[in-house]
């Protein structure tokens, strides 16, 4: 949508003196648009982090939509269906925002289909009961939100206002967890213990979402500097940290984790397992294959669709073939 309005005249080389004029608009707060000069550096870091951003909700559907036929009720299963559907929605906004930095649609797809581009690890778990889809809804839309708000205000203009409305959906998202985790935590000592089953399996994998420690990001630096990341990756885990464990303690769960504690006002917790996020991210998790081949058999599946969508656009601009 955006891309129809982008210049195609090549942008001045990178220079310094383009960066220090680059550093002063960025230092001021002034937003940046998709036609205004950039360095490449920045440039290539939004399109690295949008697009693996947009492949994250789209193979973020998979885990879910595995339990829309099985949702215990017709109002969870509408409102299983309405969140899977706004998360297809997000990945194509943010696909939308990639575009407007001179990628295309189809490499960015085919990067995710070929293996190349990375996406969240949380995605390579299994959902094995009713209660993950709460679990999932509580703590991974939890930490998605925690991790995206500060998004809102990222200096890259399309970025941040497809954020604004994908976090307002996330909000939805994570209540409609926590009121399964509520219920089924009043509920029968098999549901509870069902909840507290789903807890002990993401809580972990949670903590990785936010990536690798500070002193081991590469990218936080300049991100910072360039004000797509407001909070670096351990500050926004403390975030969620504390805001998510009174609220587990209140559903009357443990957290998995015989270190967690409260000292001067944060929640302390024990040490995450990185071996396992970084055998995840090689692609080698639970589901990381399974998830993959789904992805290629939805976009097998669906090309009639763009082949129909194709000769119908076609149809409608005289002079115009389909592609
Ligand atoms: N999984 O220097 P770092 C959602 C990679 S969607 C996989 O800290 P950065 C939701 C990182 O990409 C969830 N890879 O990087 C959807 C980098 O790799 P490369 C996704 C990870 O970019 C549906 C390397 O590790 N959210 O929540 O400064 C339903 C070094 O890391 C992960 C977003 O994408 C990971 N967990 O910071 C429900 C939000 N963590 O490219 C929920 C936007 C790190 O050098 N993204 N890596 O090969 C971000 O905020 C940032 O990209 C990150 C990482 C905080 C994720």
Same mark, same amino acid.
């Given at each position: 949508m955006y891309s129809q309005a982008l210049n195609t005249a090549s942008t001045p080389a990178d220079t310094s003196e383009v960066a220090t004029r680059f550093q002063i608009r960025i230092d001021a707060e002034e937003r940046i648009e998709p036609n205004d000069a950039m360095p490449d550096a920045y440039r290539r870091t939004l399109i690295r982090q949008i697009s693996q951003h947009a492949h994250s909700e789209l193979i973020g559907m998979l885990p879910e939509g595995n339990w829309i036929t099985r949702a215990p009720s017709l109002r969870r299963k509408a409102a299983l269906l309405a969140k899977v559907q706004d998360e297809g929605g997000h990945g194509l906004y943010l696909y939308a925002a990639a575009e407007t930095l001179g990628v295309s649609r189809e490499e960015l797809v085919d990067q995710l289909l070929t293996g190349r581009a990375k996406y969240s690890?949380?995605?390579?778990?299994?959902?094995?009961?009713?209660?993950d889809i709460g679990a999932i809804g509580w703590l991974v839309d939890g930490a998605a939100i925690m991790n995206q708000i500060p998004l809102c205000r990222c200096s890259y203009g399309p970025y941040a206002r497809a954020m604004i409305r994908i976090c307002k959906e996330e909000s939805f998202h994570q209540r409609q967890g926590y009121e399964i985790m509520l219920t089924l935590c009043r509920g029968t000592d098999e549901q509870k213990a069902m909840a507290q089953d789903a807890l002990n399996r993401w809580w972990w994998p949670c903590l990785m979402?936010? %990536? *690798?420690?500070d002193r081991q990001s590469p990218h936080t630096d300049s991100s910072t500097r360039w004000k797509?990341?407001?909070?670096?990756n351990d500050a926004l885990r403390q975030k969620f940290v504390d805001a998510t464990v009174p609220q587990g303690l209140h559903l009357g769960l443990r957290f998995p984790?015989?270190?967690?504690r409260c000292e001067d006002g944060h929640w302390v917790f024990g040490t995450i397992d990185w071996d396992e996020f970084r055998r995840v991210l090689a692609g080698? %998790? *639970?589901?990381n294959r399974e998830r993959l081949a789904a992805r290629r058999k939805a976009h097998d599946d669906g090309a009639w669709v763009r082949e129909a969508a194709q000769v119908w656009a076609a149809k409608q601009t005289p002079g115009r073939k389909a592609a």
């Open positions: 690890t949380i995605f390579n778990y299994p959902t094995l009961t009713w209660a979402m936010f %990536g *690798p420690p797509i990341k407001r909070f670096t984790d015989p270190e967690l080698d %998790g *639970p589901c």
